[in-house]
């Protein structure tokens, strides 16, 4: 038998959901059925081009937000700690940010102390970040 796959459609919806359409056609021993089938996939983009630059008496992360229109995020975490984490280790939330802000200055840095950030995109259950670090300050 035979299995072929065809794409009828893929939208976009208005909160940042692709909607795709797909019809599976299947062939054995003289006999064909179809079925169609509709998929909703969430998508969330992280944070481009972060860069923590030390100041005095502090940092500042800066980052490019690739999410727009449909795809927003509800709002922005950052998170610091002066050991390397990841998803499973995050450290408490140093801020909360409104959706599209590109920078945070943080001023409760210790002079001579390594740090290292993440910062978070988060829309509903999805998060999506880039970490960074040693930055020593």
Do not use: K
């Not at 502090?58 to 937000?65: A, F, L, Q, V």
Request: charged share 20%; net charge negative; aromatic share 10%.
């Amino acid at each position: 038998g035979t299995t072929s796959y065809d794409w009828d459609d893929a939208t976009v919806l208005p909160d940042g959901t692709s909607r795709i359409r797909f019809t599976v056609r299947s062939e054995r021993d003289g006999y064909e059925s179809w079925q169609s089938a509709t998929i909703e996939i969430a998508v969330l983009f992280p944070p481009n081009n972060l860069l923590v630059t030390p100041l005095v008496g502090g940092s500042t992360p800066t980052w490019d937000d690739a999410n727009a229109g449909g795809m927003q995020e509800d709002d922005i975490l950052v998170y610091r700690d002066t050991s390397p984490f990841d998803y499973s280790t995050l450290p408490a939330v140093l801020a909360t940010l409104a959706a599209d802000t590109e920078t945070y200055d943080d001023s409760t840095t210790t002079p001579a102390t390594d740090y290292h950030y993440a910062v978070i995109m988060r829309r509903g259950t999805l998060v999506c970040g880039r970490f960074f670090g040693p930055l020593s300050t």
